[in-house]
């Protein structure tokens, strides 16, 4: 069978994923990263409507912090990722579907297997959040984003030492969205 | 350079989803669609022990059917694969790469023609979970409130003149029966 650019011809009964391009199997993925962030938005909204803001972000932080080691775990698995090392989380990390590229930018800086610099340039809730509700970026970032990191890190390693090195809107032209250091101490 | 088979070499600053072969690609949609589903189950978890299973099962409703979260899993699909039409075929199409459908769930589509097709789930890991933990309240929750409003809508989203009839619902008795069955038709 050729392979399919898109699906917009007729209806094949037993089509594989394998018979699209790989451009598409591209879109498809990202489709799939968007769906999880909207999903989880709408759980969010549900949340506050019937219960409010605290109860909500109770709930976010619960759930980032419970599903961080199966999304580790099954990224991990679907590229052969093996290791314990922060070399290891930062290639798993680059695929992960709810900080997918292209609709987060970021840069790994991974000086040696055991530190490395993510550097998150664009983040579709600092863009966001940064001039219309301020208070809520500062809880993103410091509570809700240091909470989640630290479960993903820990599905790799406990021992990942994580350290914000910029957190939080600063107002300065150009800003990147935060930063962060992963380290184990050896 | 080369496809990428997996991801066990060195760290690459600048790794992108082009650089591995399809079946690399392939189970990375299939990894990323279990998390898909698996979001909305641990929302439910979470949610369960905050306020109680009878609002959690309600909220849980709400999320798939009202605020669009059935529609969800057909829209960016449609999209990145251009799929268009009014149709069965359309409504199948889609399915087929839907996170939430083929993306975890093994089905089986027969399209009698444009109009007229049956979806056969012959294997689904949501109700194995429930059978597994002899959950019968939360199967029945999800097959019967939320998947048979919700493939009615995932219908009319395509058309409103579609209709969708469950020829099959879970509960089964042997792990060989099929999952769930249904039809879809525009009357």
Redesign the interface.
């Given at each position: 069978m050729k392979e399919l650019k898109d699906y917009s011809g007729p209806f094949v009964r037993n089509i594989r994923f394998e018979d699209l391009s790989k451009e598409a199997l591209g879109r498809l993925i990202q489709a799939c990263c968007r769906e999880i962030l909207v999903l989880d938005a709408y759980w969010q909204e549900q949340m506050c409507k019937r219960v409010g803001e605290d109860a909500a972000r109770e709930c976010l932080i619960e759930n980032y912090t419970r599903i961080g080691k199966h999304e580790m775990k099954w990224t991990m698995e679907a590229l052969n990722i093996k290791g314990n090392d922060v070399e290891a989380y930062a290639k798993a990390n680059q695929f992960l579907p709810s900080f997918a590229q292209g609709f987060f930018d970021f840069d790994w800086d991974v000086k040696n297997k055991n530190h490395a610099i993510l550097t998150v340039q664009r983040c579709p809730a600092f863009t966001q959040f940064k001039e219309q509700d301020p208070e809520k970026l500062e809880w993103n970032c410091h509570v809700l984003e240091a909470a989640a990191i630290k479960a993903y890190a820990a599905a790799v390693n406990p021992d990942i030492q994580i350290k914000a090195l910029k957190v939080g809107f600063e107002g300065e032209p150009e800003e990147i969205a935060c930063q962060w250091e992963f380290k184990i101490e050896t | 350079m080369p496809d990428l088979?997996?991801?066990?070499g060195?760290?690459r600053?600048d790794?992108?989803?082009?650089d591995?072969s399809?079946?690399?690609?392939?189970?990375?949609?299939?990894?990323?669609?279990?998390?898909?589903m698996?979001?909305?189950g641990?929302?439910f978890?979470?949610?369960k022990?905050?306020?109680g299973a009878e609002?959690a099962l309600e909220?849980e409703k709400?999320?798939w059917l009202k605020?669009?979260?059935s529609l969800?899993?057909m829209r960016?699909?449609m999209?990145?694969?251009?799929?268009?039409g009014d149709d069965v075929?359309a409504l199948?199409?889609t399915f087929?790469?839907a996170?939430?459908e083929a993306?975890w769930i093994d089905i089986e589509?027969?399209?009698k023609n444009k109009e007229h097709g049956i979806l056969t789930a012959t294997r689904c890991p949501a109700l194995e979970i429930f059978e597994l933990g002899g959950d019968t309240v939360r199967q029945k929750h999800a097959c019967e409130d939320i998947c048979v409003p919700g493939m009615q809508l995932s219908g009319e989203f395509i058309n409103p003149k579609m209709k969708c009839r469950a020829l099959k619902l879970p509960p089964r008795q042997s792990k060989d029966e099929i999952a769930c069955q249904w039809e879809f038709k525009i009357e």
């Open positions: - | 088979e997996d991801y066990s060195e760290f600053p790794a992108k989803l082009q591995f399809k079946d690399t690609v392939a189970r990375l949609w299939r990894s990323n669609s279990l998390l898909y698996m979001l909305g641990l929302w978890d979470v949610v022990d905050k306020v609002k909220w709400e999320v605020r669009g979260g969800n899993d960016g699909v999209e990145v694969l251009n799929i268009k075929a199948f199409k087929q790469f996170p939430g993306g589509c027969e399209l």
